[in-house]
Every structure is written in C-alpha cells, then in structure tokens.
C-alpha cells in the first residue's frame, strides 16, 4: 500500500505568489478609481456631443477639466494603494501605469488647449 507524501513545513516556497487580482479593498477602490478615470475620457465627450453645450458643464471647456481631476484623482489612489496599501497584483500595477500615464498626457493636453487659447 502506497503512503501519501506529505509536505514538510520548510518544502514550500517562501516567495509570494503573483496574484491577478487585488486581495484588500484598497486595491479594489483603486481598480474602480481607475475605471472611472479613464472610462470619463470615453464618456464625457459623448455626453458634450449629445447635448450640444447645451447644460453649462457640458460645455468643451469644462469637460477636459473635469476628466482631468477624475483621472489625476485615479493616479493618486492607485499610486497610495500601490504603494502604502502594497496592493502588487497585476490589475493593480496595471492601473496605476495607465492612470499616471494618462494624467501626465492629459494634463498636458488640457493645459496646452487653454494656453493655445482653444
């Protein structure tokens, strides 16, 4: 009759696993922060085509600002959860690349328009 092994307490690896996932709600708040973040570049525009500046804060002016804030507030949380929440999952380090990265370009687009008068 075979015997089952079974593992000795110092056989298992000390490194962590890599996880896809966050495994705290910081890492989550921050996923969602992102997803807002990025996702008002796609919704705002539509939302100032439909109305035709119509409603004061659908105006073009206003728009860009407000995803502006909406994604440098993603930025920070993503980069506090990545950082003092040591959220390291893969979604997480993804979005906080995308979230800084974008905020960087946007900011220089929106501050390019208003300096250039646009």
């Known amino acids: 009759m075979a015997h ?8 298992q690896s000390t ?4 996880q896809t996932w ?6 989550w ?3 969602v ?3 807002v973040g990025l996702g008002s570049w796609i919704v705002l525009p539509l939302v100032s085509t439909l ?14 600002v407000i995803g502006l804030v909406l994604v440098t507030v993603a ?4 980069v506090v959860a990545l950082w003092a929440g040591r959220q390291r999952s893969t979604m997480n380090m993804v979005a906080t690349t995308l ?20």
């Open 4 to 11: 089952a092994v079974k593992p000795t307490p110092g056989s």
């Open 15 to 18: 490194r962590p696993r890599s």
């Open 22 to 27: 966050p495994s705290a709600r910081s890492g």
């Open 29 to 31: 708040v921050a996923l």
């Open 33 to 35: 922060a992102a997803a």
């Open 51 to 64: 109305f035709h500046d119509v409603v004061p804060v659908t105006d073009t002016v206003v728009m860009p």
């Open 75 to 78: 930025a920070i949380v993503n």
């Open 99 to 118: 979230t800084v990265t974008a905020t960087l370009f946007f900011a220089f687009f929106v501050i390019g328009e208003g300096l250039g008068g646009a």
